[in-house]
C-alpha cells in the first residue's frame, strides 16, 4: 500500500514564525499536493507539483511557497505565520488518477 | 468554475438501512470523479473512483453512479453498519487540469446501533 506520511499530527507554532509541514510519500508517484481543510469551506488546494523541482500555485497560495528537491518528498512553508493560517493541512499523492492522502497535520496559530 | 455540491450536509439513519449520497457538479467536462471517506481528525481514504466514461462502480456495499451529462453522482451504502459512520465526500478532475480535484464539502454521516 502507498504511504503518504505527514511529520507531525498537530503543531502549535507563534505568529510570524517561520513554519515547514513535511510529507512523504514511498510509491514513486510523481504528483503531489497540499490542501487545507476548514469547516464550511472543505477541501481548498493550495500548492501542487507534477516533478521535482516544478510547482503550480492551487486556488489559495498567499502565504505559503513550496519546495520539491526529491520525488518522495513536498515541503508545505508558511513564511511567516498568521492566525488565519490555523487549519488541518492535508497532503496528497497521486500516480494517474488514484490519490493516496496523508493523516493530516493541525496547525494551530498562536 | 467548477462547483461540487453535496446534500444532505449531514444524514443520520438506523443501521442496516440502505442509503443513498448526493453529489451534483457545475461543469460536465470531467476527467473523473472519486468518492472519499473521511473519519474525524483524519486523512482521506478513497472509495470509489468513475472515469468519466463509465456509468458506476461497485466495491462490496458501496456503489457509486455517475450521469456525466446532467452534472450528477450518487453513493449507495447497502445495509449500513454504525462503522460506516464518517464524512463522505465526493471530488472531480477537470479535463485540464493536471489531476487537481475539486471537492464537496462533505455529507457527515451517522449510523445508528
Known amino acids: 500500500d502507498v504511504k503518504v506520511t505527514q511529520s507531525s499530527r498537530y503543531l502549535v507554532k507563534r505568529t510570524g514564525e517561520k513554519v515547514f509541514l513535511e510529507c512523504v510519500q514511498d510509491?514513486?508517484?510523481?504528483?503531489m499536493f497540499w490542501y487545507r481543510q476548514d469547516p464550511g469551506l472543505g477541501l481548498r488546494l493550495i500548492y501542487f507539483?507534477?516533478?521535482?523541482?516544478?510547482?503550480e500555485k492551487g486556488d489559495i497560495p498567499e502565504g505559503y511557497s513550496v519546495s520539491r528537491e526529491k520525488k518522495e518528498r513536498f515541503s508545505l512553508i508558511l513564511e511567516s505565520a498568521s492566525t488565519n493560517q490555523t487549519s488541518m493541512y492535508l497532503c496528497?499523492?497521486?500516480?494517474?488518477?488514484?490519490?493516496?492522502f496523508g493523516s493530516g497535520t493541525r496547525l494551530t496559530v498562536v | 468554475k467548477q462547483e461540487v455540491t453535496q446534500i444532505p450536509a449531514a444524514l443520520s439513519v438506523p443501521e442496516g438501512e440502505n442509503l443513498v449520497l448526493n453529489c451534483s457538479f457545475t461543469?460536465?467536462?470531467?476527467?473523473?470523479l472519486q468518492w472519499f471517506r473521511q473519519d474525524p481528525g483524519k486523512g482521506l481514504t478513497s472509495l470509489l473512483l468513475?472515469?468519466?466514461?463509465?456509468r458506476e462502480q461497485t466495491s462490496g456495499r458501496l456503489n457509486a453512479s455517475l450521469d456525466k451529462s446532467s452534472g450528477r453522482s450518487t453513493l449507495y451504502i447497502a445495509a449500513s453498519q454504525p462503522g460506516d459512520s464518517a464524512t463522505y465526500l465526493c471530488?472531480?478532475?477537470?479535463?485540464?487540469?493536471?489531476?487537481?480535484?475539486?471537492f464537496g464539502q462533505g455529507t457527515r454521516l451517522t449510523i445508528n446501533p
Open positions: 461543469d460536465s467536462a470531467i476527467y473523473n
Open positions: 496528497a499523492s497521486s500516480l494517474e488518477y488514484g490519490y493516496t
Open positions: 471530488a472531480v478532475s477537470p479535463v485540464k487540469g493536471a489531476q487537481k480535484l475539486v
Open positions: 510509491m514513486d508517484h510523481e504528483n
Open positions: 507539483s507534477y516533478d521535482v523541482k516544478m510547482k
Open positions: 468513475i472515469q468519466s466514461s463509465q
